[in-house]
């Protein structure tokens, strides 16, 4: 049942689609614009910024780090994510709200309070290393900050409640029948699980997979704080070539890259949901 | 009152809506009568003024609708399901078009409990919604829809999520309700018997088409189509070929049996098939009086009640016949060699349309 | 699978140490703000409240708080009437027809902030909006947007349809009747909205960090500040009053939606 004929529908834009698109438009539409812009016009016209991203090394490597650490970031939440969407899967209703509640908590606290209590938590003289130390279990401090280590540990945390919850509903949706056929067949557990249960749950991974990169990509508080200035991802990298060296057409263009790159994976996640609608 | 005029429409390539014209009186209670799927619904609501047709006309007393905007219609609307506003009270929900209108509270506090009153839900004024059963809750819609004194009420199968004890007592409520305020109601249904008993014009659509607009009486005992014929109650169909005898008596010939037919305006010519009411045919030797006559096996007998409905094996195909049971009568048994018989116009002559 | 095999065991107990390790920064931070020595560290010889003390005789610290509140509540009250609106407005349509506008509504998501940082930065030095509350209000409520979006239409998933057909019938215009007879029947989306818009202006730190500079100085802004010049346990007091605002709307969020939520 859709709503309204012709005349009817115009009304409904102007009076409740408008405003909101207007808003988005003007300040967040056009100020990303404007970095387009930017990227083609600073400091000459051209596209003298986008050829630096073959002509030079240092720009690769940043990208490189950026997604091998994303890359890590996404098997560790998802494997985690898997984990911990399958408990909820097989829950309670009691244990469900806890497990609810502990990917929710850390979800809505600011990220800028996490990387300062994983500082706190893994820096040399933090609380865990004092810990060790003091149990006599290590030598030296284990170097947890200012490295991949770090970040990936500091990132995870962000994303494990990212890849959980499509991974969940992922499960949720399978019909619990399959599964009773599967077992009335002679399939003992693991395979059940492996050959019935796990393929169905892969939609659901995938959009994990592809939530939990995006995100991780486009990090700044997270890998700035952890990473110390040793490990720099591109959104760090943009900010010092904008904020120091006032670069703005370079930071403009790797911006523009790196939104290229997240807008390819959005396509790719709506495909895939759309084919796990599909397949339901 | 109210005329459609070549009313279509369509969603993209299909076609919801086919051209469909008639005219509902003033005062009537007319039924749009379908199947699910034929644009019933769709039609209610391009009248209502919530689908915006293709093309065609919607006129009340002449004027076109098709500018208004569906808030500025006026007519009553009780949708599938209700729509009641579940965070008001009833009180509130039937005065809600009054509110809109802008009445002083005395006057909407003593049409709301007319309102209420027609209903029978006097008592029922402060509850909410939810603490309703089924029917009170369409009572409560229809209470809403008629407070305002509408031009029209509309009906958008309103008894169908009703059980069937429950639909018929409302179906009588609905009669006494149109009968005492005198409004025009346009009621959408897929129940035939609905339609048959509560309306004094029937518009019957499939897929989008009007098949036929007629009183009740019309509909059934002279069926425009072989469609028509089996939405409304049971019929047989047996193909003939219509050779015209002398003075408005019909010759019809199907395989070796020829049958006699009267009827006013028969269908031209082509391919024809005869109607038959399992109702109008009787287990018995042919006679003067049902002239027609086909040699059969019952070949099975249904019990239902106030009736039978027998089964028949002849050549001319499968026939049914319904007996009403009587004292003291024979009562045929499966396998019995039996003789159906009728009249020169208990039948209906159709073009087939579907044979072509 | 037998219920208590090792292998199930092994899982349960993963299960549990996922569990902690997403809960124990969060928890981390309160011992830590309640050390008796100068440095980040848990308290060694008993809890000490001096930390709490100089934050909260700060004023510095103080009017960071006052500042966040207050964009806090403006952002969320302009996000609200423009979210709820749009969220409306693209239920009213239907799933097919609305598709363009609810990509443009949830854009504010997709797109990484340091791009939207950059942008707003340089918007706002164009239009004389940089370092002002006006213009942290705005940046904020574009990227709140998208939540009150979502759980606006969560909420609309449940209201019947006809309801707005059934007003307009009645002669309510489609403003009126979205007032009258949506918005009562969507208090609990209204509440979340209002709880994830407000959560999203008091944790935001990326884009406040660029369109700002000494006028305004937002708790995270201030803490941001405060983590590379010194970091002291005052931090962790901070934080620990961040986190607490958090988990008290996060409760009341999950009793407004009813304790048969799921």
Known sequence: MTFAPGAANFRVFALFLLPALLFIGVFFVYPVLKIMLISVTDPKPGFANYALLIENPALRRVFFTTIRIAGITTLVSVAIGYLLAYRLHVAGPREMKIVLFCLMFPLWTSVLVRAFAWVA?????????????????????????????GVVIGMVHVMVPYATLPIYSAMRAIDPRVLQAA?????????????????????????????????????YITPIVLGGGKVVMVAEYISVQITETLRWGLGSMLAMVLLAVVLLFVFAFRRLTVLRQGAA | MLDLVGLSKSYGASRVLDDVSFIVQQGSFTTILGPSGSGKSTLLMSIAGFVEPSAGDIRLHGRSLLPVSAEKRNFGIVFQGYALFPHLRVRDNVAFPLRMRGLSSAEIGGRVKRALDLVQLQNFADRFPRELSGGQQQRVALARALVFEPSLVLLDEPLSALDKGLREA????????????GMTFVLVTHDQEEALELSSQVAILNNGRLEQCADPATLYNAPGSRFVAEFLGRSNFIPVEAIHGSTGTLQLQSGRHRFEHRQDSPPAGGPAVLALRPERLVLTDGDASRPNSLPGIVSDISYRGADLSVSVTTDLGELIVRLTIGDGQAMPRTDDRVRISWSATAGYLLHDRSAA | MTARSPFRRLLGAAAVLALAYLILPLAVVVPVSLTDQRMLSLPVDGLSLQHYETVFSSPVWLSSAGQSLLIGALSTALALAIGTWSAIGCWMLGERRSGFFRVVNLLPVVVPSIIYALGAYRLFVDIGLFDTVLGVVLVHAVGAIPFVFIAISTSLAFVDLSLMRAARSLGAGMLRAAVLVILPNIKTGLASAAIFAFLHSWDEVVVTLFVSSTAVHTLPRKMWEGLSENLDPTIACVAVVMVLLTLVLLLLQQRARGPSAG
């Open chain 1, 183 to 219: 077992r009335s067949l002679g399939a003992t557990a693991w395979p059940a699980f492996w050959r019935i249960f796990f393929p169905l749950t892969l939609p659901g991974v995938g959009a994990g997979v592809i939530m939990v990169f995006i995100t991780s990509i486009g990090f």
């Open chain 1, 121 to 149: 938590l893994l820096q040399n003289n933090g609380i865990i290393n004092s810990a060790l130390l003091g149990l006599g279990a290590v030598d030296h401090p284990l170097p947890m900050v200012r490295n991949e280590l």
């Open chain 2, 170 to 181: 409302l179906r009588d409520e609905l009669r006494r309700l149109h009968k005492a305020v």
